[in-house]
T-cell receptor
Framework: LAKITQPISMDSYEGQEVNITCSHN???????ITWYQQFPSQGPRFIIQ???TKVTNEVASLFIPADRKSSTLSLPRVSLSDTAVYYC???????????????FGKGTKLSVKP | EPEVTQTPSHQVTQMGQEVILRCVPI?????FYWYRQILGQKVEFLVS????????KSEIFDDQFSVERPDGSNFTLKIRSTKLEDSAMYFC????????????????FGPGTRLTVL
């Protein structure tokens, strides 16, 4: 399993771009990088997933350098409603015979202030 | 995005009682998961269920826990004799391999059931 390190917390202000970096030095060839968001008392919500380079969707962008040992989740122009915990997960996209149980760390608690 | 509902939203029970938590995926999925999150702690994997049988379970998922899909729709988690330490949010999740770009890490979670054991 890849060892994941991400900041425990981050503060930002409304309208700013927020970048949360995740370190996964021993990522394996078959591993994908996935980010989830969790609001208090709600289930985690899938945000974005990537393997290499850059992925962008309507919510966020994910930047993955060539060595894939880290990844950065970028949230453009955050609002108060983006205050949540953001989890970086690394997992085998094929899983072999496994059916893909997700392993969550403690995540990064993002606080957006007015 | 697949929709998942869970009932009840909050369950209060006495220690030693049995509880059944329900997950209702809106569309037909093959892969189901249960996770729990004790207040202030990490989301923890409990069990995965594929093709009507358990495919993986964690150390937390001991003999007090069981899962089934009794009517081909609802997916239930039963705790036979609840303990105080079972108090947590329980999340059901599904995976739809038919979705474009879906991998095993693309799971959709329900809103959770808050279980309080007194």
């Amino acid at each position: 399993l890849a060892k994941i390190t991400q900041p425990i917390s981050m503060d930002s202000y409304e309208g700013q771009e927020v970048n949360i970096t995740c370190s996964h030095n021993n990522i394996a060839t078959n591993d994908y990088i996935t980010w989830y968001q969790q609001f208090p008392s709600q289930g985690p919500r899938f945000i974005i997933q990537g393997y290499k380079t850059k992925v962008t969707n309507e919510v966020a962008s994910l930047f993955i350098p060539a060595d894939r040992k880290s990844s950065t989740l970028s949230l453009p122009r955050v609002s108060l409603s983006d205050t949540a915990v953001y989890y970086c997960l690394v997992g085998d996209m094929y899983n072999g015979g496994s059916q893909g149980n997700l392993i969550f760390g403690k995540g990064t608690k993002l606080s957006v202030k007015p | 995005e697949p929709e998942v509902t869970q009932t009840p939203s909050h369950q209060v029970t006495q220690m030693g009682q049995e509880v059944i938590l329900r997950c209702v995926p809106i569309s037909n999925h093959l892969y189901f998961y249960w996770y729990r999150q004790i207040l202030g702690q990490k989301v923890e994997f409990l069990v995965s269920f594929y093709n009507n049988e358990i495919s993986e379970k964690s150390e937390i998922f001991d003999d007090q826990f069981s899962v089934e899909r009794p009517d081909g729709s609802n997916f239930t988690l039963k705790i036979r004799s609840t303990k105080l330490e079972d108090s947590a949010m329980y999340f059901c999740a599904i995976r739809d391999p038919g979705l474009a770009g879906s991998t095993s890490d693309t799971q959709y979670f329900g809103p959770g059931t808050r279980l309080t054991v007194l």
